[in-house]
Structures are given as structure tokens and as C-alpha cells.
């Protein structure tokens, strides 16, 4: 089977809208994986719930998430953040909450742990140094996990010695699975934070093992004129024009 990797969508429709067609120009995959924050920054948050849950999918809860149906406080987010958050809360319907408090921390597909911060803290842990992902290895029982939440994609290997290095996922990179345990970031679809602007994504093949990533330009200035519109702080509009 082949599976499409998605994370960090953050309200950005028009993102997603250019990822699910780029996954549908590939062809044949037959279900979604999505790491979390499906809204949250960004200007259509029940529109891309409503995208989401018209494919094949599962999802696990990411913090923007959570923050917006009232689960988790807002204390840890930048002024931005949290005025984005209070705007979203108001943006979802009562199905849109009723599915975003269903879904589940952690979810185990195949050989892989799916999060969205880190096996060892789902929600709110940022995996970005390999100090930090060497000690996340130990709170996960699959071969591979999979997170997000950084918007950076990136690929940390484990050695059977306990040595642990880091590489950035680049885009048509292909990622062969073997004998290493591995922590895979996709990046983001909706809020790039790498310096790419580009919406980001990966196709996993089970059948020969191969993960690659893809960068998918879209349509930057129409979400942006879509949160100027909805008066959404303007450091978040600025932000995606430069994937920071």
C-alpha cells in the first residue's frame, strides 16, 4: 500500500488543496496518515476538517488542535498563536470539535508510531536536536516514528550502538527503511518553517519500504488575503511568504 504523510496543515486550504491534488497526480494511495494541527494560524479551520475527513485517514491530535475545542491552555503560545486559537475556537462547528476531541494522542500503523510532538510528550515536545531525539527513542515501541510540530522536515537515525544522528528530508529525497530505527518529520503543509514556503509532504511505499518527500508550490497570496480578511494577526500572514 501506499500512504500519504500530512502534518501541520493549519488552516491553510489552499495548501491542502494543492497537496491532495499532487497525492492524487501520484496515484494510488489509499489512506492518509495526518500528524496533527490540522487547524490553528491559519483562515479555514472547518474547511480543512471537512477536507480531511472525506479521505481515507487517521489523525492524531496535535496542540492547535486541542487549544481550539478548549483542551489544553494556551499559556505556552506566542501572543499570535493564542489570538489565532481564540478566532479558530470560533470558526469550528459543534462536529468539527466532537471529531478533534476524538482524536487519539498516539496511533500505531504498520511498523511506525504516529504523534505529533514526540513519543515521549505527543503533544507539546519539539524533536530539533539529536540529543533530544536519542532520549525519545527509548518511549517508543515500533521501529519508526513518526512526528511533527517542528514544521521542519528531518530524519533521525538510531544505531544499534545508541549513536543517533540527523539529517534534513529533502524534497524527492527517497528514504529507504532498514535496519535503523527512525524518527521522520514530514514538514508542514500549511505553515513551512524551514525556508521553503512550499507545502510540504511524503508518500510512503510499504511494499518496497521507501518514504519520499515532496514540496508543492500553492497559491501563498490568496490564504494570505483570506486571514488579512479575517483579521488574523499579520506576522503569521507575512510568515508564509518566506517558509519561517
Known sequence: MRYAIVADIHAN?????AVLE??????????????????????DPHECIELLRQANHVCVAGNHDLAAVGRIETTEFNPDAVAASEW????????????????PMVINKEDFTLVHGSPREPIWEYVLSISGARENFAYFKSKFCLVAHTHVPAVFNYGEDG????????PNEELVLGGK??????????????GDPRASYVIYDSKSKRLRLYRVPYDIA?????????KLPMRLVARLSHGV
Open 13 to 17: 486550504l489552499t495548501a491542502f488543496m
Open 22 to 43: 499532487d497525492i492524487e497526480r501520484r496515484g494510488e494511495v489509499e489512506e492518509m496518515w495526518c500528524l496533527g494541527d490540522i487547524v490553528g494560524y491559519g483562515p
Open 88 to 103: 479558530t475556537t470560533g470558526q469550528l462547528t459543534a462536529r468539527d470539535k466532537d471529531y478533534i476531541k476524538s482524536l
Open 163 to 170: 549513536s543517533c544522528s540527523f539529517h534534513p528530508f529533502s
Open 181 to 194: 530505527r527512525l524518527i521522520i518529520n514530514p514538514g508542514a503543509v500549511g505553515q513551512p518553517r524551514d
Open 222 to 230: 490568496a490564504t494570505q488575503a483570506r486571514m488579512v480578511e479575517q
